[in-house]
């Protein structure tokens, strides 16, 4: 059996494909199982045991080819099909919501495609799942759906995220190097995630300035020593909280991988942070969180399952205002501005 899992999302929408590649290899132990992923979330598929091969699509990279010459992005998605034909896959499972990869699957022969029916672009897949968008329950019950459609048993709803030991290795000297107490809490504060919204990543973060006056509020209290992380576009946010908090802070954000991001949240007692991706790893190596979430549904988007995490939102009528992939017109966006540093710190108290 050889098995094609597409996703060429963000962090957060392949983490939330893991349970399905947990179930996939219960089903077939022996199965090859491979993942056409963007280039950022292939870094950590690479790591999970139960995938044998991880293509990459970088669409800005097709894009940028065809912008330099038609024949080259042709070429590339030649080499991309060659790659995937010769492999002789019997099944993939398309989460793209896009009728091109449907079209590829097809053209590479392999002849059981299943995936969602999204506006009709399920044209080329031979099981179509009805789908709307997300909503009424979690985006990884829609993902197992998918499995439940062709008779494949579901038992695992939990993510994944595999650390090497290598990994686990740079994560300890990381805080051995800098020097951290380890008879202190451990807290990694994430104040950037959403990537994905673009320019519209605003729009999911609460305030920097909220931010650097929660962990005052947490080393005051607690002694806790708190780890700043996050990539290397929102270094700037995260330096915002520095230069705001009053207490030093331990600063990482640009300067590790996904991976090593992840080693150092599994080390963490508490992870504190804006729905998205990494609040998504936080949960999949097992470290509590504290989530805030502003216009997106939780029951879809948040932790799952929801053992050892909070979430804190405002709860305001208009709440949650982004469904089946828009936003609602909002020029306020009081979900997060009304949102007090007093509200989180309680959750966070709880915890602590």
Request: one cysteine or more; a positive charge; proline letters at 5%.
């Amino acid at each position: 059996m050889k098995i094609l899992v597409i996703n060429p999302f963000g962090i957060g929408d392949v983490l939330f494909t893991t349970p399905v590649i947990s179930n996939l290899r219960q089903a077939y132990p022996q199965a090859s199982i491979a993942y056409l992923a963007n280039r950022r979330t292939a870094e950590f598929l690479k790591l999970n045991p139960d995938i044998t091969h991880v293509f990459v699509y970088e669409r800005d990279e097709f894009v940028e080819s065809y912008r330099q010459n038609p024949l080259k992005f042709a070429q590339k998605w030649f080499g991309l099909y060659k790659n995937i034909k010769q492999e002789n896959f019997d099944l993939v499972l398309d989460y793209s919501l896009n009728s091109t990869f449907g079209f590829l699957s097809a053209a590479c022969g392999i002849k059981k495609r299943v995936g969602f029916d999204y506006r009709k672009r399920g044209r080329f897949l031979t099981d179509k799942v009805p789908f709307f968008g997300f909503e009424g329950k979690h985006t990884i019950e829609y993902n197992l759906d998918l499995l439940r459609h062709i008779q494949i048993p579901v038992t695992v709803n939990q993510m994944t995220f595999s650390i090497s030991a290598e990994y686990k290795q740079w994560a300890h000297d990381w805080l051995v190097q800098n020097k951290i107490d380890p008879s202190k809490p451990l807290i990694a504060v994430l104040p950037g995630g959403g990537a994905s919204w673009g320019k519209d990543a605003g729009n999911r973060r609460w305030a920097a300035s909220k931010f650097a006056d929660l962990v005052d509020k947490i080393i005051e209290n607690f002694d806790a020593a708190i780890i700043l992380l996050g990539d290397s576009k929102e270094e700037e946010l995260c330096r915002q909280v520095v230069n705001q908090a009053h207490f030093p802070l331990y600063f990482a954000a640009g300067k590790t991988t996904l991976p090593g991001m992840a080693a150092l949240l599994a080390r963490c007692r508490l992870a504190i942070v804006n729905e998205g991706g990494p609040l998504h790893v936080a949960v999949a190596v097992g470290t509590k969180t504290v989530s805030i979430f502003g216009p997106v549904d939780p029951q879809v988007y948040g932790p799952h399952p929801l053992n050892g995490h909070t979430v804190v939102q405002k709860g305001l009528p208009c709440q949650p205002c982004y469904r089946r992939f828009r936003m609602a017109q909002c020029g306020h966006i009081s979900c997060l501005g009304e949102l007090s540093v007093e509200e989180v710190y309680r959750k966070v108290q709880h915890i602590l």
